[in-house]
């Protein structure tokens, strides 16, 4: 999937010179953390968050330091300060030149910056032109297209596969992954009831192989077989949890 495949079209936007009453409105209405702030030619040069309105004189809560350490800020450092809580308008306060994205650019990638950042909405930028907006939300219900869809008892006929079939998917889902333990594992498929064995030197490693399996067979009918096998001790741990030596 692609920004494109997700994102919101035609976003909520204000501009450089809406009040900031309005722009705190919207966000509380429509339920939303932050609003793409356009110029006067229609381009996006930042964006307002709630982050932006925190420190307020109005709330009491702007900037306060002691006379001392304000002696070792230069004054642009305080005068920057003193705009974001007492400015009137969005462009006052706003985060310029925000982070964006393309609207081809991979929707794992567009998580990715989402993560390292820590941004809650990733704006999508063409040409200069904000053209759509990428929130936790709109990833979410792509989220939920698919799993609908996955779950559909037309979809769920077609993916009927016999037990062989179905042992070589789960077999080749393993060789794809680096984690797994291929040469520690034996599956079994009989009339469609997985049972896999083997040992594993991390127990996290047991959750992950029964996630893999139903992901690829679309069942809950796995049993689990595996040992766990404690690296310093020896000792070992059956599905029951009873430990031996």
């Not at 035609?10 to 339920?31: F, G, K, M, R, Y």
């Not at 939303?32 to 932006?52: A, C, H, Q, R, W």
């Not at 400015?87 to 310029?96: C, D, I, L, S």
């Not at 998580?111 to 040409?127: Q, W």
Request: aromatic share 4%.
């Amino acid at each position: 999937m692609i920004a494109a495949d997700v994102m919101t079209t035609a976003p909520v936007t204000v501009n450089e010179d809406t009040p900031i009453l309005e722009v705190v409105s919207l966000l509380l209405n429509l339920q939303i953390s932050g609003l793409p702030v356009l110029d006067g030619n229609g381009k996006m040069t930042g964006i307002v968050t709630e982050g932006d309105l925190l420190r307020r004189s109005e709330l009491g809560t702007e900037i306060k330091r002691p006379h001392w350490k304000e002696l070792f800020l230069s004054p642009g450092k305080l005068a920057r300060d003193y705009v974001q809580s007492h400015a009137r308008y969005a462009g006052e306060v706003m985060t310029p030149s925000p982070l964006t994205v393309g609207p081809e650019m991979p929707l794992d990638e567009v998580i990715s910056l989402m993560e390292t950042y820590g941004i809650k909405r990733m704006p999508v930028v063409d040409d200069a032109q904000l053209v759509g907006i990428i929130t936790r939300v709109d990833i979410l219900k792509a989220l939920r297209t698919l799993l609908i869809h996955n779950r559909s008892p037309g979809n769920a006929v077609a993916n009927k596969i016999n037990d062989e079939t179905m042992k070589q998917k789960i077999i080749d889902a393993m060789e794809r992954e680096s984690w797994a333990p291929k040469n520690n594992l034996r599956i079994t498929v009989t009339h469609g009831v997985v049972d896999i064995y083997g040992t594993i030197l991390d127990e996290d490693l047991r959750a992950a192989i029964i996630t893999l399996v139903e992901e690829v067979t679309e069942t809950r009918d796995i049993r689990d077989h595996l040992v766990f096998i404690e690296p310093i001790t020896g000792l070992y741990i059956t599905p029951q949890g009873s430990p031996e030596q």
